[in-house]
T-cell receptor, first 114, second 110 residues
């Protein structure tokens, strides 16, 4: 049973560029959430997608956007990259949304902005 | 979601039980207690969650006090691979996100 997968593993971008990160949920899961984890901090919620729509959003600017595809996979896009966007980006999947449904995390994508 | 309080760090001897406490005195009736752990630079790993009753799975046991204001995660036989940051999270039934605090760094010593 495949777990949550993310690509790429590592990425280096320059300030002002745009980046797309990808996530495939655990088999059978229909909901994908994205988190940002800065060095030494706990993960911070960016947004969640269910049925191809954004259901909830954290305190992140509009430069952060996402998409969910009919096969439940998801992309996170970040425009106009800033140095402060350097972080580990985590994808988590669940069967359904809401507090009763545990989220399973992928290994993350390490983004470095120079 | 209710705020949680955890010790910054704890030590445990290999082979002994590790008991990680969490205080969530403002928890409300429809909020779940979740535990995750994160080994350095890896994605958080789901451990267990519960609402009111104690829960046990292949990884750990979760003991929730009767008033639900605190809980304890028990790793019955800690190994060196259990060294990680452990996060206690309270999450509402209608809330989609997990809100991570600073967690407890558990160090298992040989």
């Amino acid at each position: 049973d495949a777990g949550v997968t993310q690509s790429p593993t590592h990425l280096i971008k320059t300030r002002g560029q745009q980046v797309t990160l990808r996530c495939s949920p655990k088999s059978g899961h229909d909901t994908v959430s994205w988190y940002q984890q800065a060095l030494g901090q706990g993960p911070q919620f960016i947004f969640q997608y269910y049925e191809e729509e954004e259901r909830q959003r954290g305190n992140f600017p509009d430069r952060f956007s996402g998409h969910q595809f009919p096969n439940y996979s998801s992309e996170l896009n970040v425009n106009a990259l800033l140095l402060g966007d350097s972080a580990l980006y985590l994808c988590a999947s669940s069967l359904g949304s809401g507090g009763a449904h545990e989220q399973y995390f992928g290994p993350g994508t390490r983004l470095t902005v120079t | 979601d209710a705020k949680t309080t955890q010790p910054t760090s704890m030590d445990c001897a290999e082979g002994r039980a590790a008991n990680l406490p969490c205080n969530h005195s403002t928890i409300s009736g429809n909020e779940y207690v979740y535990w995750y752990r994160q080994i350095h630079s890896q994605g958080p790993q789901y451990i267990i969650h519960g609402l009111k009753n104690n829960e046990t799975n292949e990884m750990a046991s979760l003991i929730i006090t009767e008033d639900r204001k605190s809980s304890t995660l028990i790793l019955p036989h800690a190994t060196l691979r259990d060294t990680a940051v452990y996060y206690c999270i309270v999450r509402g039934g209608s809330n989609y996100k997990l809100t991570f605090g600073k967690g407890t760094l558990l160090t298992v010593n040989p």
